[in-house]
């Protein structure tokens, strides 16, 4: 197995995410990069991407960062972020790349970058968040 297939083993399912089409592409100690490809449902009345994706996108991509680090039976929640949202977004595909800021045993902050990615693999950066997540026990708070 490899180390991407463990992470992904050891991250708790999210049937929301799952619903919008969200697939991490890549993980590694403290980074995660997720991709998801576009449609209707996605988009507000304008037909770009609606906001609240590009802003899922961002924290979902975080906690898996913030999650390759946790310990075994711990876990994180997002407690806060701020979203920069820099241009609209229309492309076949979203791309999100999150690391690690600043890794802790109670509070942990990441920073995702979210992109529009073009048929061709260009990418346009759309969004920044910082994200602050709390590190957890096995039960909810």
């Known amino acids: 197995m490899s180390r991407m297939d463990e992470l992904l083993a050891a991250l708790p399912p999210a049937p929301f995410v799952d619903?919008?089409?969200?697939?991490?592409?890549?993980?590694?100690?403290?980074?995660?990069?997720s991709a998801l490809t576009t449609t209707p449902r996605l988009t507000q009345a304008q037909g770009l991407v609606h906001a609240g994706v590009l802003a899922t996108i961002a924290d979902h991509t975080a906690g898996a960062a913030a999650a390759t680090l946790v310990d075994e039976g711990r876990y994180v929640v997002t407690t806060e972020f701020k979203i920069n949202l820099l241009r609209p977004v229309i492309a076949p595909r979203v791309h999100c790349r999150a690391e690690v800021v600043k890794p802790g045993r109670r509070i942990t902050v990441v920073e995702s970058r979210v992109s529009?990615?073009?048929?061709?693999?260009?990418?346009?950066?759309?969004?920044?968040?910082?994200?602050?997540?709390?590190?957890?026990?096995?039960?909810a708070v």
């Open 19 to 33: 619903d919008l089409g969200l697939r991490f592409t890549e993980l590694g100690e403290g980074w995660a990069e």
């Open 116 to 139: 529009a990615e073009s048929d061709d693999g260009e990418r346009a950066l759309a969004a920044i968040a910082l994200l602050t997540l709390a590190v957890v026990g096995d039960h």
